[in-house]
């Protein structure tokens, strides 16, 4: 969203849509030399001719270092949405297919080109809400290059502008409160030790359930961001909608869990609303069973104070 791009670079994409022609997002990959771009307009990368690489910049994501350059964190984390969850596997590809023309640029120490974009939802929900959408796309005339490239620490740094400077470690650290690297919590070290915190169960559980959905060839999309009543909505291949489910998970130290009022209303108010309890969460003897409504008291652990 605009509220999240820094000022100055919201000033700067904001001229940029003013003074060029009326496009589409579409249409401007399309006119930077992209021939199937309509064949692909939800990538975020691209090959254009004379192998010239178009990569989408996320306004939210951009931070503005020392000297004005702008910079932003690019996460080689392929499973993960920066917003938080799994990502599916439309996504995960999508992801990998952006990291290997940046990845293609970085090693023959070339730049790519890049199209600036802000979006209409807040930028963590960019991946898990249906109804995301670009709000401003414009095509950046200054090249970009990829300065740095960390798998060690599943992330590069994306510099705009010449080479040679890169930004300082406190520049890093603000850009990382952006959003733009995924917060990976990994329950499963904490839950085996028993000092697992209620989050880190939830996220064992999450983790389990999606993994259990997608097995059977579903669709488990993590809409928890949304804060709508219920953590994944599962759907079959051919897009219907399944189950509205609410994870809950219980671990050593973590014997109970309770629902919030969102989630309380909706299983009154939606016929696919489920709860699904997994017990032992983030062990390798993990176990769950789905609950109507009409259930929740039986369920193991719930606490209806």
């Known amino acids: 969203m605009d509220k999240e791009v820094e000022p100055h670079v919201l000033a700067v994409i904001d001229e940029m849509r003013l003074k060029g022609p009326r496009l589409t997002p579409v249409e401007i990959v399309a006119k930077m030399g992209v021939f199937d771009a309509r064949d692909k307009p939800f990538d975020h990368a691209w090959l254009a001719t004379g192998d010239n690489v178009i990569a989408t910049i996320w306004g939210e994501f951009v931070s503005v270092g020392s000297g004005g350059r702008w910079f932003c964190i690019e996460s080689l984390d ?100 952006r959003g733009s690297v995924p917060k990976v919590a990994e329950p499963a070290a904490a839950v085996a030790t028993g000092h697992a915190s209620p989050e880190e169960v939830h996220a064992a559980a999450i983790e389990y359930v999606t993994k259990h959905f997608t097995g059977y060839g579903y669709k488990a999309e993590n809409v928890i961001a949304q804060n709508i009543g219920f953590d994944l909505e599962v759907s079959n291949a051919k897009g219907q909608t399944l189950l509205r489910v609410v994870v809950k998970g219980t671990a050593p130290g973590v014997p109970s869990f309770k629902l919030s009022s969102e989630e309380s209303a909706c299983s009154v108010r939606e016929p696919l609303w489920r709860l699904l309890v997994v017990t032992d969460a983030g062990s390798g003897v993990a176990q769950h069973k789905i609950y109507k409504p009409t259930e929740i008291s039986s369920a193991p652990g719930y606490d209806p104070s």
Do not use: C, M, Y
Not at 101 to 119: E, H, I, M, P, S
Not at 124 to 136: H, I, P, Q, Y
């Open 78 to 177: 392929t499973q993960h949405r920066v917003g938080g969850g799994p990502r599916n596997a439309q996504q995960v590809q999508r992801a990998k297919d952006r990291l290997a023309l940046l990845k293609r640029t970085f090693d023959a120490g070339q730049g790519f080109r890049a199209v600036l974009q802000t979006n209409r939802i807040a930028i963590a929900e960019l991946e898990s809400n249906k109804d995301a959408k670009v709000s401003t796309r414009v095509r950046d005339d200054d090249e970009w290059h990829v300065a740095t490239w960390e798998p060690e620490k599943k992330l590069a740094v994306l510099v705009r502008g010449p080479r040679g400077w890169v930004p300082t470690e406190a520049d890093l650290q603000a850009a990382k409160a």
